[in-house]
């Protein structure tokens, strides 16, 4: 009997510690991120009245018999199972989503541990927990040297307290890049020049009307070739015009020249009537002093514009240390013409197609190869046709290029609807070009394409080609698909062009006991940063062979061609990227001159000619007597061109002038390192349609500093600073702004052709600030027929700014925002789990701490692995749910009851046995 008033008191004392959990669960209801408490309960000892019996023979066995002696608790566990978030709307409010807790470190200095993501920063710009003051864990951002621009480097060390001071200022960043993304109207007019009427129409001295037709050729943006062709005696003077930006003519030339004529009034002697004889001409010699080897054919002399001379090859060009180009001048007519070094395509030209017209459809099987002979072995496409299947002229282009794309024989193939012909073309000039059409089947003939071989002629640059086959035998790992390449050994590639310069390029196998493996991108970067710091002539390049979309094939490519040129391979490890030890060389430019009667070829030599080099033969003019008109050339400083004759008092003339291209323009505010604004304006002008060619120019906007102090500046000599001309701003950007001028080209699909074109880094200094170098990043730039959409999209620089708030990110990134519009990251908080979070023994205050069977903290990232998320402006709330809460309470007062009903039932008994003795 008194056994079971003590069981009851066991009870008792269990459910009021299961009343004690509930309770601190009910009024934490509302703690940022409580965990909740659960009791669980466990018998105590039994009293054994019987041990249990084995049954045996007729005998059954007999279960034990034990009187239980009360409960005991088995564990108060704290359950860990997330909360839900709610947002606050508070930009230092955070909360975790999933694992994980932060760490703070509390003023004793030990590390404690909670999901209470209630934050603030203090005045010493600490980011602390608002309840507790303790400071958050994390890492901070530090400055790239080179951008300017805040990084994430140290997530990997130990965490640390987060402080934001360094963060409340970001300074100025001068700008180094701006990027236009763009369209540019392919069916927008060119820059040309126009005439009315392009046949002047004057009477001779007989009375009788003539005719003398003038031509055009455009040269470039500003200069034109002209020529007055007679109806019967062919071409009989040629000229040169050449303008401003304005279509103003700045110089004006012309061959054979009048006896008085002059730079300021230039003219020529036409003869109508003549009756021509034939011409002569010596063989062109070298200069005793020039360095160039080159030789010349024989000068076919013939027609009215050959003079009894003396005539000069003048060679010239933009580069000092060859000749690019040349001009013929006469010791009697002056300049001649002029003409360039350089060279053709290997072409194969078919016929006509008669057999189909606009598609095809093959009765056999048809196959044809297409041989690149430039490599050894030939590089072979084979293209296929399957009878019955039919294509359009469209679709056999593509079923060739194809083909040859993806067996990397560098041609093109072109179809002509006009003259209905289709052809294959190298996709560079040069004598070393080779393409052969051969092994034939089927009905290739319908195709009218020639069987045979064919070469281009004139100059190349030296190329080095690299091996695939040669690479993977030597490498542990040369993947291209997969853009890896894994070295067996250190590598040191030296690599030498002509002149002796020489750069050497090391990728090293292992470093700092790490395994190296590099990327198409890497590869590249190292040998031509090398290449570039020492001046090498040389530039390397990935090539996709196959066509996979996986460039393949390294390709070290010489900057100029020319027999002469050289690009030498050397060194050690080398065959691991498929190179091979050697000297390539280049070919001979070659040029083909016509003009003025004159008729050669040039081939440059082993050794290039020099500019202002020169080679000279002598002419002898044809005879015969006729009238003469003096026939006025378009005159210098004149916004008109104008051809004109004076015959008997009675003056015949033409006009036209030099129409500008449509333009267009955009402006961009960039900054200098001072953080100054200036405004840049970038304008175009279609300035050849033919080559797809448009002019860009940049300026400073007219109202920037830089350009009203430079206007301003009385060594400057302006009339009206305040009220400038157009002169006078392009003479303040001409001073204030390296080059500012460039030339942009397209290929046929509309796409820009960054190795044509001429876009330099432009600089600048303002007062004050550091020297800007601005690179223009022109690849989203676009030619089609479609409306101007030019804009500078961005730029990277900015002025100094304040910060003006911060806010999380779900990484953790710490993500600044500042009054320059900047938002750079300047911490990341460190989230910490346990392999058993209900292990942590609570401290109060919403903390926890390791204890030892919580395990160990891992600390990193939020996202990473099984750590959880930020969720920002948000808190995560108890996970207590009052309702069941509530449920246990009432289930813990019924089993309390239940026990003192046990106790009280006892005594009554108890109080029965005592009354027996009455």
């Not at 987060?162 to 100025?172: E, F, G, P």
């Not at 304006?681 to 349609?689: L, P």
Request: hydrophobic content about 35%; proline content about 4%; charged content about 20%.
């Amino acid at each position: 009997m008194i056994r079971s008033l003590f069981t009851g008191v066991t009870g008792l004392k269990q459910f009021q510690t299961k009343m004690d959990v509930l309770s601190n669960n009910i009024a934490n209801v509302n703690t940022t991120a409580f965990k909740r408490g659960r009791v669980m309960f466990q018998d105590l000892f039994s009293e054994t009245l019987r041990h249990g019996q084995q049954a045996f023979g007729d005998y059954g066995g007999l279960n034990p018999m034990q009187v239980g002696l009360g409960v005991s608790k088995a564990a108060i566990d704290t359950l860990m199972d997330q909360g839900a978030i709610e947002g606050t709307g508070k930009q230092t409010d955070i909360a975790i989503e999933g694992a994980g807790f932060f760490s703070t470190r509390g003023y004793d200095g030990n590390l404690y541990y909670t999901r209470d993501g209630n934050l603030n920063i203090n005045p010493n710009y600490d980011m602390v927990m608002t309840n507790t003051g303790f400071k958050m864990q994390g890492w901070l951002a530090t400055q790239d040297t080179k951008t300017g621009n805040l990084e994430m480097k140290e997530t990997g060390v130990v965490p640390y307290d987060i402080n934001i001071t360094k963060y409340l200022k970001k300074h100025a960043h001068q700008t180094n890049e701006i990027t236009f993304s763009c369209n540019l109207d392919s069916a927008s007019q060119e820059r040309d020049i126009e005439f009315g009427l392009d046949t002047l129409t004057f009477k001779n001295s007989n009375g009788q009307f003539e005719n003398l037709q003038f031509k055009f050729k455009k040269l470039d943006s500003n200069n034109w070739i002209w020529s007055a062709v007679d109806d019967t005696e062919g071409n009989v003077a040629t000229g040169t015009i050449k303008t401003d930006d304005d279509g103003n003519v700045l110089e004006s030339t012309v061959e054979p020249a009048g006896p008085t004529s002059s730079v300021a009034q230039p003219y020529f002697t036409y003869d109508p009537d003549g009756n021509p004889q034939p011409a002569t001409a010596t063989m062109p010699i070298n200069a005793i002093s020039n360095s160039g080897d080159g030789i010349s054919s024989g000068v076919t002399a013939s027609g009215t514009d050959v003079k009894n001379e003396s005539v000069q090859v003048i060679f010239d060009g933009g580069d000092p240390t060859r000749a690019t180009s040349y001009r013929v001048v006469g010791s009697e007519r002056g300049f001649i013409g002029a003409g360039t070094l350089g060279g053709t395509q290997a072409r194969v030209e078919g016929g006509a197609v008669t057999a189909f017209g606009t598609h095809w459809t093959p009765a056999n099987d048809t196959t044809f190869d297409i041989a690149d002979n430039q490599f050894t072995p030939p590089r072979v496409a084979t293209v296929t046709f399957t009878s019955g299947t039919t294509y359009s002229n469209a679709e056999i282009v593509n079923n060739i290029n194809t083909a040859m794309k993806d067996n990397g024989v560098r041609a093109t193939a072109y179809y002509d609807a006009i003259t209905q012909k289709f052809q294959v073309v190298s996709n560079d000039v040069g004598s070393n070009r080779a393409l052969e059409i051969l092994n034939e089947t089927g009905d290739f003939a319908d195709l009218n394409l020639p069987v045979g071989a064919v070469t281009g002629t004139g100059g190349s640059r030296p190329e080095v080609f690299s091996d695939l086959a040669t690479a993977q035998a030597n490498s542990m790992e040369y993947d291209p698909e997969n853009d890896r390449w894994d070295p067996a050994s250190d590598v040191s590639l030296t690599i030498t062009d002509r002149n002796g310069r020489t750069a050497l390029i090391n990728f090293s196998d292992i470093v700092a006991g790490n395994n190296q493996i590099y990327t198409r991108g890497a590869i590249l970067a190292e040998i031509n940063s090398r290449l570039a710091q020492e001046n090498v002539a040389a530039t390397a390049a990935f090539a996709d062979t196959d066509n996979n979309g996986s460039p393949d094939q390294l390709i070290i490519t010489g900057n100029a061609s020319g027999s002469g040129e050289r690009v030498i391979i050397s060194g050690t490890g080398f065959e691991q990227l498929g190179l091979t030890a050697g000297s390539y060389a280049g070919t001979a430019s070659v040029s083909e001159f016509n003009y003025g009667g004159l008729q050669f070829s040039l081939t440059e030599g082993n050794n290039p000619w020099l500019p202002n080099e020169t080679m000279s033969f002598v002419t002898t003019a044809e005879k015969g007597a006729s009238d003469s008109v003096n026939i006025m050339v378009p005159q210098p400083s004149k916004n008109m061109l104008e051809f004109a004759a004076t015959v008997n008092g009675e003056t015949f003339k033409i006009s036209g002038a030099v129409s500008e291209g449509a333009k267009h323009a955009t402006n961009i505010i960039i900054y200098d390192s001072l953080g100054s604004k200036h405004g840049l304006v970038t304008s175009w002008e279609h300035t050849n349609s033919e080559t797809m060619e448009w002019g860009y120019k940049v300026s400073y906007s007219d109202d920037d500093v830089e350009v009203v102090r430079w206007l301003k500046d009385p060594a400057n000599n302006i009339k009206k600073p305040e009220e400038p001309t157009k002169e006078d701003l392009e003479r303040a950007n001409d001073a204030l702004i390296t080059n500012r001028e460039g030339k942009m080209y397209f290929f046929k699909n509309g796409k820009i052709d960054e190795g044509r074109s001429y876009i330099p880094q432009l600089s600048m200094t303002p007062r004050g600030s550091n020297p800007i170098s601005i690179s223009l990043t022109t690849e989203l730039i676009t030619q089609f027929d479609s409306d101007f959409s030019t804009k500078a999209e961005y730029q990277d620089g900015y002025e100094m700014g304040l910060l003006e708030q911060i806010y999380f990110e779900e990484d953790g990134i710490i993500r600044g925002v500042f009054s320059n519009g900047q938002k750079q990251p300047i911490g990341q908080m460190a989230l910490t789990t346990f392999n058993n979070p209900a292990g942590l023994e609570k401290n109060g205050k919403n903390l926890y701490s390791y204890a030892p069977n919580s395990g160990q903290p891992v600390v990193g990232k939020p996202g990473m692995m099984d750590r959880g998320v930020i969720v920002a402006a948000s808190l995560e709330m108890s996970n207590v749910d009052i309702s069941e809460e509530f449920t246990n309470m009432i289930i813990t007062q019924r089993a309390f009851q239940a026990n003192s009903r046990v106790i009280t039932t006892s005594d009554e008994m108890l109080q029965e046995v005592v009354n027996l003795k009455r």
